[in-house]
């Protein structure tokens, strides 16, 4: 089975201020014959199921801000949210859905600072 | 617009057994395949099993914490979907989500409100 492990845990950064989040699959989950990633990433609030934010590492889910992007290839993987907003507070979970079982990552929790 | 909303949770006892499901509308329920997530209190996403359409059996797979346990089933007459537990564990104790893909199978867009089970004595 794909492992999937996110890093930081936890990390809190000023409003306005760049936040990345890292990613990383113990195989590649790049599938050549349509050079595609097959990772997503989402958003959790307390209390609420989890939102889609990108899929395929880097396509973003209609009605998503642009200041959220994915990036990376093969194993390694980044979302990345531009100018943190208040909102934006949360839990952010990677996934691979190269193989069944498909995997989460542990999880990034995102706070201001 | 697509909606899944679970139901049947609830406080239950170790070994016992419960079933929820998972309702669907807004699509052709028969044309998607219906995934299973569950998360235990203050952690994260936990995989429990998928089942696929008619065009592929459908077949089902399960988590090796639940395999055995657990059992998929559907319903395109009524657009339900239902996660049987069985010989139930303090651990698995969870919000069960019933999710489902509309750009790819894998690709979890749709989710319901989830439905907590409380396994304890």
């Known amino acids: 089975d794909i492992v999937v492990t996110q890093s930081p845990d936890s990390l809190a950064v000023s409003l306005g201020e760049r936040a990345t989040i890292h990613c990383k699959s113990s195989?590649?989950?790049?599938?050549?014959?349509?050079?595609?990633?097959?990772l997503g990433w989402y958003q959790q609030k307390p209390g609420h199921p989890p939102k889609l934010l990108i899929y395929?590492?880097?396509t973003r889910e209609s009605g998503v801000p642009d200041r959220f992007s994915g990036s990376g290839s093969g194993t390694d993987f980044t979302l990345t949210i531009s100018t943190l907003q208040a909102e934006d507070v949360g839990v952010y979970y990677c996934?691979?859905?190269?193989?069944?079982?498909?995997?989460f990552g542990g999880g990034t929790k995102v706070e201001i600072k | 617009e697509m909606q899944l909303v679970e139901s049947g949770g609830g406080l239950v006892q170790p070994g016992r057994s419960l079933r929820l499901s998972c309702t669907a509308s807004?699509?052709?329920?028969?044309?998607?395949?219906v995934t299973w997530v569950r998360q235990a209190p203050g952690k994260g996403l936990e995989w429990v099993g998928i089942?696929?359409?008619?065009?592929?059996?459908?077949?089902?797979e399960y988590a090796a914490s639940v395999k055995g346990r657990f059992t998929i089933s559907r319903d395109d007459s009524k657009s339900i979907a239902y996660l049987q537990m069985s010989s139930l564990k303090a651990e698995d104790t969870a919000v069960y989500y019933c999710?489902?893909?509309?750009?790819?199978?894998?690709?979890?867009?749709?989710w319901g409100q989830g439905t907590l089970v409380s396994v304890s004595s």
């Open positions: 089942i696929r359409t008619k065009t592929y059996g459908p077949t089902m």
């Open positions: 996934q691979q859905y190269y193989t069944t079982p498909p995997a």
């Open positions: 395929w590492a880097s």
């Open positions: 807004g699509f052709t329920f028969g044309e998607y395949t």
């Open positions: 195989q590649s989950i790049l599938y050549n014959s349509n050079n595609e990633n097959y």
């Open positions: 999710v489902t893909g509309s750009h790819y199978f894998g690709v979890f867009d749709i």
